[in-house]
């Protein structure tokens, strides 16, 4: 069951292979408005790397594809390269917030082939929906330790939270 339009967009692209809703999706996330800094130094957008095993079953990352899409919008390149999952994790759609943050700590690394390219700069993570955001910052945490200055996030929609209308 979907509770919106957004939510129901996002499960079309991620599990009913509605690719051509990515381009549309991204035109969305482009509209955000950032302060003047994170527009001027933002040097790439590097999409949520997606398991292996995942990646098998659906044949694409979501978060690839908006990212992708987004990269030109922004007239920054996409680095699919840098970041990389270290290790296949459960689906957080179950997990207490609790279980997410376990769940992703330490899965994600940086590519020693990318880090000479990742330092000191500021990048912007994609990906499709936020629910606790541990994943973000599990990402982020991994970017930062691999040498990146600043990572900023941009999603095209947040998972409700208990308590929202």
Same mark, same amino acid.
Request: proline share 5%; glycine share 6%.
């Given at each position: 069951?979907?509770?919106?339009?957004?939510?129901?967009?996002?499960?079309?692209?991620?599990?009913?292979?509605?690719?051509?809703?990515?381009?549309?999706?991204?035109?969305?996330?482009?509209?955000?408005?950032?302060?003047?800094?994170?527009?001027?130094?933002?040097?790439?957008?590097?999409?949520?790397?997606?398991?292996?095993?995942?990646?098998?079953?659906?044949?694409?990352?979501?978060?690839? #594809? &908006?990212?992708?899409?987004?990269?030109?919008?922004?007239?920054?390149? +996409?680095? $699919?390269?840098?970041?990389?999952? *270290?290790? @296949?994790?459960?689906?957080?759609?179950?997990?207490?917030?609790?279980?997410?943050?376990?769940?992703?700590?330490?899965?994600?690394?940086?590519?020693?082939?990318?880090?000479? #390219? &990742?330092?000191?700069?500021?990048?912007?993570?994609?990906?499709?929906? +936020?629910? $606790?955001?541990?994943?973000?910052? *599990?990402? @982020?945490?991994?970017?930062?330790?691999?040498?990146?200055?600043?990572?900023?996030?941009?999603?095209?929609?947040?998972?409700?939270?208990?308590?929202?209308?």
């Amino acid at each position: 069951m979907h509770r919106g339009t957004g939510q129901a967009i996002v499960h079309a692209l991620k599990y009913n292979r509605w690719h051509a809703v990515a381009p549309e999706i991204a035109d969305r996330m482009g509209r955000l408005g950032w302060p003047v800094d994170v527009v001027e130094e933002r040097v790439a957008v590097l999409p949520v790397p997606l398991a292996e095993s995942r990646f098998r079953d659906r044949g694409f990352n979501q978060s690839e #594809r &908006l990212a992708q899409a987004l990269g030109p919008r922004w007239r920054v390149p +996409v680095w $699919t390269d840098v970041l990389e999952r *270290a290790r @296949a994790t459960e689906t957080q759609t179950r997990l207490t917030p609790a279980e997410r943050l376990a769940n992703v700590s330490g899965a994600f690394r940086v590519r020693e082939i990318a880090r000479q #390219r &990742l330092t000191n700069n500021h990048v912007v993570l994609v990906d499709d929906v +936020v629910t $606790t955001a541990a994943t973000l910052n *599990a990402c @982020a945490a991994a970017l930062v330790a691999g040498g990146a200055r600043i990572v900023s996030y941009v999603t095209f929609g947040r998972a409700p939270a208990a308590g929202d209308r």
